[in-house]
T-cell receptor, first 114, second 112 residues
Framework: DGGITQSPKYLFRKEGQNVTLSCEQN?????MYWYRQDPGQGLRLIYYSQIVNDFQKGDIAEGYSVSREKKESFPLTVTSAQKNPTAFYLCASSISGGSYIEQFFGPGTRLTVL | SQQGEEDPQALSIQEGENATMNCSYK?????LQWYRQNSGRGLVHLILIRSNEREKHSGRLRVTLDTSKKSSSLLITASRAADTASYFCATDAIQGAQKLVFGQGTRLTINP
């Protein structure tokens, strides 16, 4: 089946720890995205990548880091510098180039800082 | 930054009734998209309307776009309990790089 997988589904972190959220897609999409969603809110863009080995900051990149070494994978690291990391994190992908492009989303990872 | 604002924030109706949600945005766009999110899940794309289109249909969904008022509406006809979800509009700004900007969503509850 084609799609996007995120792991783990739930993640608990102690304050001061870095954690890495996994995102993998087998849709052969060039572009991948990470969003943060807080309760009752919309999505805010953290980072996005339009091609392997390249990525750009979104609107709320502080305290986060990413890598894009493979087309299929776009892991997100939540660092200890992120002041309020408890949230629902969503990964998405899309084809690249042109307009009128929909994004396909993974099931999300819920991160809780203890 | 969040460009889209949905109205109302929450909507509760009886099964079989029609549900209308509105979205307003601030800057010129290439297209506007609507997504659905079931509780605790990822988003699912519903429909995309281009900036040069005024209305689009997909099954029980009807989307309108008024670029002069920078607004869009999503109508779900003959609602079902399974339509209970949050609905988000997302805009793709003309100057953007495939970056979608999402609104805060409308939480729709369909009562049986």
């Amino acid at each position: 089946d084609g799609g996007i997988t995120q792991s783990p589904k739930y993640l608990f972190r102690k304050e001061g720890q870095n954690v890495t959220l996994s995102c993998e897609q087998n849709l052969n999409h060039d572009a991948m995205y990470w969003y943060r969603q807080d309760p009752g809110q919309g999505l805010r863009l953290i980072y996005y990548s339009q091609i392997v080995n390249d990525f750009q900051k979104g609107d709320i990149a502080e305290g986060y880091s990413v890598s894009r070494e493979k087309k299929e994978s776009f892991p997100l690291t939540v660092t200890s510098a992120q002041k309020n990391p408890t949230a629902f994190y969503l990964c998405a992908s899309s084809i690249s180039g042109g307009s009128y492009i929909e994004q396909f989303f993974g099931p999300g990872t819920r991160l809780t800082v203890l | 930054s969040q460009q889209g604002e949905e109205d109302p924030q929450a909507l509760s109706i009886q099964e079989g009734e029609n549900a209308t949600m509105n979205c307003s945005y601030k800057t010129s766009i290439n297209n506007l998209q609507w997504y659905r999110q079931n509780s605790g899940r990822g988003l699912v794309h519903l429909i995309l309307i281009r900036s040069n289109e005024r209305e689009k249909h997909s099954g029980r969904l009807r989307v309108t776009l008024d670029t002069s008022k920078k607004s869009s509406s999503l109508l779900i006809t003959a609602s079902r309990a399974a339509d209970t979800a949050s609905y988000f509009c997302a805009t793709d700004a003309i100057q953007g790089a495939q970056k979608l900007v999402f609104g805060q969503g409308t939480r729709l509850t369909i009562n049986p």
